[in-house]
């Protein structure tokens, strides 16, 4: 492969649009719940960082879960909504 061909790759692969993975508050799950279903459902997520989630969710009514290729966040929202969470993806500019 030429040097070319992988400039162009990791090129194309920048850019490739992000989407935001947003998780709202609900006043039915539990926080630990949310907490441990925002780890399986994003392996990286480490538990602070879930929690830290899950608090602004509950302060603010909306958090930032991940920001990611758009079939990843439709993934990751399609799992937290099957856990019962409410979740929305957006265009991340």
Do not use: W
């Not at 070319?4 to 990791?10: F, G, H």
């Amino acid at each position: 492969m030429s040097v070319e061909t992988i400039e162009k790759r990791s090129t194309s692969r920048k850019l490739a649009p992000q989407y935001r993975v947003l998780l709202h508050n609900d006043d039915y799950n539990s926080m630990e719940y949310v907490v441990q279903v925002l780890m399986t459902t994003v392996p990286s997520l480490s538990q602070p960082q879930a929690v830290s989630i899950m608090m602004e969710a509950h302060h603010n009514g909306l958090a930032l879960v991940i920001t990611c290729a758009q079939e990843h966040a439709e993934f990751y929202c399609e799992t937290l909504k099957s856990h019962g969470l409410s979740s929305t993806i957006e265009p991340d500019e």
